[in-house]
């Protein structure tokens, strides 16, 4: 969130002072290439990982399910949308309404995931589970971690990000998320178990 406020301030400059807009709009390219396409990139997996490793699941509270919807429009705004435009203005050294309105966006949106990870609003979803899952091994949590420190290095070397590692453990989690619901769907529950009829005594 703060380096997004940063590209709001560099490129807020540039549009009513033509003369810094050149330094501004560079470093404001440089911001978001170099440091914030990586790091929002580790942000989010390290939000998707720790709700696919532990009982907070994708899918069982809303407002864990809005902050997945909006990670994922967040990354691909900022990838094909407000990357490109900066880009854009560095080459050209012009700054548009766009840019800052995009930027500011960003800001907007990460300060509201904030607040919905600390008031938690709204119930559980319809498609919840009564029982708690449980948390995912301990290798999961150790993969997970490797995972964004691979594509972080991948991505100096290649000059790009790339997500690779980090979209293998996503896939990872999905399954055993998936996997769990089957299991757990084929396991009797205690409701179930009362509401049984009791079996009837074997015959003399």
């Known amino acids: 969130m703060s380096q997004a406020l940063a590209l ?30 990586p790091m929002a990139d580790v942000s989010a997996f390290t939000g998707l990982l ?26 691909y705004a900022g990838i094909f949308l407000l990357s490109r435009a900066l880009r854009e203005s560095a080459h050209t050294a012009v700054v548009g309404w766009p840019q800052i309105a995009g930027a500011s966006l960003m800001v907007s949106a ?34 997970g971690l490797a995972a964004p420190a691979v594509d ?12 690779a590692a980090e979209l293998v453990m996503l896939i990872v989690l999905l399954g055993l998320e998936r996997r769990g619901r089957r299991r757990r769907a084929r396991r009797p529950t205690a409701r179930s178990l009362r509401s049984a009829p009791a079996a009837s005594p074997p015959a003399a």
Do not use: C, E, N
Request: hydrophobic share 55%; aromatic share 12%.
């Open 8 to 37: 709001v301030v560099l490129t807020s400059p540039a549009l009513t002072s033509p003369a810094q807009a050149p330094a501004a709009t560079a470093m404001a390219d440089r911001l978001d290439s170099v440091l914030l396409a």
């Open 50 to 75: 720790l709700a696919g490793t532990t009982a907070w699941g994708y899918f069982r509270h809303w407002w864990v399910l809005t902050k997945f919807v909006l990670t994922f429009a967040q990354l």
């Open 110 to 143: 990460l300060a509201f995931q904030a607040w919905l990870s600390i008031a938690k609003p709204g119930k559980k979803t319809p498609w919840s589970p009564s029982a708690k899952p449980p948390a995912a091994p301990r290798w999961v949590f150790v993969a």
């Open 152 to 163: 972080v290095a991948a991505g100096i070397a290649l000059g790009y990000p790339l997500p």
